[in-house]
């Protein structure tokens, strides 16, 4: 059975067998494809914060959310500290 449909009244729209978002709520791409700091190791994380300085704030975001890793979020947000000033 191939086709659009709703799984149940006022619950999520399936299509082709797979759930997707009502009301063209997809998600965005940047989301999909956002780093996922919890997924590196910690000299992995920041390598990626160093080639990519302006997604900081982002991955801090992640990291604090998931592992909340002391020595990335202290080291990271102690620099934007001192940026700020």
Known sequence: MSGTYW?????????DGDPVCAGGMEPEADDADAFDPGAHTVPEVEAYLDEHPDERDA????ERAGKSRTTLVNRYSSEGD???D
């Open 7 to 15: 799984s149940q009244p006022n619950q999520q729209v399936v299509r």
């Open 82 to 84: 001192a940026e700020d």
């Open 59 to 62: 991955v801090l975001e992640a």
